[in-house]
């Protein structure tokens, strides 16, 4: 009886040392995603996030006008929910990473640009600390900047594919705001832009069309337009005009060009 016991143990803990092995074995040689993480930012991890693929970057102000308290809003369990974001740029040009780049933070919301509706699992996302109504920082702009050129040239994500919350959530979100400059952003090769000057559209041409093209919802099309005035023209109001005409034919001509 004793022998039997002592012999039944040692098969027992043979077939732990083996399989103890064999994970080992699967662990050393299974696909492993190495972290993506900026080496521009300083690496502050917030709990929220889930695992994803990017394709664009949207950019948010936080509202708040406070970087301490926003990196808390983005770390914690707060009242109005988790969020999170990949990113934080404070007003003094900081950047702070919280979540991975590989790793789905939640910051879109619902949400849609184009074809994508799950944007958390499509995006980067890129807090910036500023209260939605102020001026955004010098600092702050270049490092965004500079930021906006690793992460396109790391993820292969493509440059013209910078857009705004609201841009994404029409009527639900209008960040970032009208104080934000979209042109400056533009002049570093970031977001999709117009050319200078832009050549009147053809007649009957179709703004509404045009700005699907682009990516906006318009399933309420005055909530699109204000999100796209806002973007483009600095200004939230819901009429079109034969400005946005010629400014949305040369986006579409921009996005309907052969790649080089």
Not at 93 to 113: E, F, K, P, T, Y
Not at 115 to 121: E, F, K, V
Request: net charge neutral; with cysteine.
């Amino acid at each position: 009886m004793t022998r039997t016991r002592a012999t039944v143990a040692r098969r027992i803990r043979l077939a732990a040392v083996v399989l103890a092995i064999a994970c080992l074995a699967g662990c050393a040689t299974g696909p492993r995603v190495a972290p993506q993480r900026s080496a521009l930012a300083h690496w502050t991890p917030s709990p929220n996030f889930n695992a994803r693929k990017a394709q664009i970057i949207v950019l948010h102000h936080t509202s708040i006008g406070d970087a301490a308290e926003a990196l808390r809003v983005l770390s914690t369990r707060n009242s109005e929910g988790q969020v999170s974001a990949h990113y934080l740029v404070e007003s003094n040009g900081r950047i702070d990473q919280l979540v991975d780049d590989n790793d789905r933070a939640w910051h879109a919301g619902a949400s849609r640009w184009g074809d994508m509706t799950d944007l958390n699992s499509s995006s980067i996302g890129i807090e910036i600390d500023n209260d939605g109504e102020s001026p955004f920082t010098q600092p702050q702009i270049q490092a965004l900047v500079k930021l906006l050129a690793d992460l396109t040239a790391r993820l292969g994500i493509p440059r013209e594919a910078v857009v705004g919350h609201g841009d994404i959530a029409p009527g639900r979100k209008n960040d970032p705001s009208v104080q934000f400059p979209w042109a400056t952003l533009a002049s570093y090769g970031f977001g999709l832009w117009p050319e200078p000057n832009p050549i009147p559209a053809p007649p009957g041409f179709d703004s509404l069309a045009a700005m699907r093209l682009v990516g906006y919802d318009v399933s309420n099309p005055r909530n699109a337009i204000i999100a796209f005035h806002r973007h483009y023209r600095a200004m939230e109001t819901d009429t079109l005009d034969l400005t946005d005409a010629a400014l949305l034919y040369s986006l579409q001509r921009k996005l309907m060009a052969p790649r080089q």
